[in-house]
C-alpha cells in the first residue's frame, strides 16, 4: 500500500521560506515522478512544481524563481522549499506521486496546510 505523508507546513510571515516534505513508503521510489498540488480557499486545486524519476523539473509560473522541487531517492523524501512566500501561498499542499517521465495522479498524501501572513 503506498503512502506519501506531507510534512512542514505551519504558519510564516510573508517573505519567509518554508519547506515541505513528502515521505512516501509502498513504492519504487526512484521509478517515480512525483508533484505538489496546491488548493486555496473557494480555488481549485493546481499542480505547482513536479520532478521526474530523472529529476526533471517545472514549475507553475506563479511560484516559478520562489519554489524549488527536489528528491532524495535515499530517503524516499521529495522536497518543496518555498522562498519569498507570499499572502497567496497560503493553501493545503498536496504531494503526489504516479508516472515516471510524465506526473500522473495515482498516489496523494492527505496535504498539509500552509499559512502566510503579513
Known amino acids: 500500500q503506498v503512502h506519501l505523508v506531507e510534512s512542514g507546513g505551519g504558519s510564516v510571515q510573508a517573505g519567509g521560506s518554508r519547506r515541505l516534505s513528502c515521505a512516501a513508503s509502498?513504492?519504487?521510489?526512484?521509478?517515480?515522478?512525483f508533484g505538489w498540488y496546491r488548493q486555496a480557499p473557494g480555488k481549485q486545486r493546481e499542480l505547482i512544481a513536479l520532478?521526474?524519476?530523472?529529476?526533471?523539473?517545472d514549475y507553475a509560473d506563479s511560484v516559478k524563481g520562489r519554489f524549488s522541487i527536489s528528491r532524495d531517492n535515499a530517503k524516499n523524501t521529495v522536497y518543496l522549499q518555498m522562498n519569498s512566500l507570499k499572502l497567496v501561498d497560503t493553501a493545503v499542499y498536496y504531494c503526489v506521486a504516479g508516472g515516471r517521465t510524465v506526473l500522473t495522479t495515482n498516489y496523494w498524501g492527505q496535504g498539509t496546510q500552509v499559512t502566510v501572513s503579513s
Open positions: 509502498g513504492l519504487t521510489f526512484g521509478n517515480y515522478a
Open positions: 520532478i521526474t524519476s530523472a529529476g526533471r523539473t
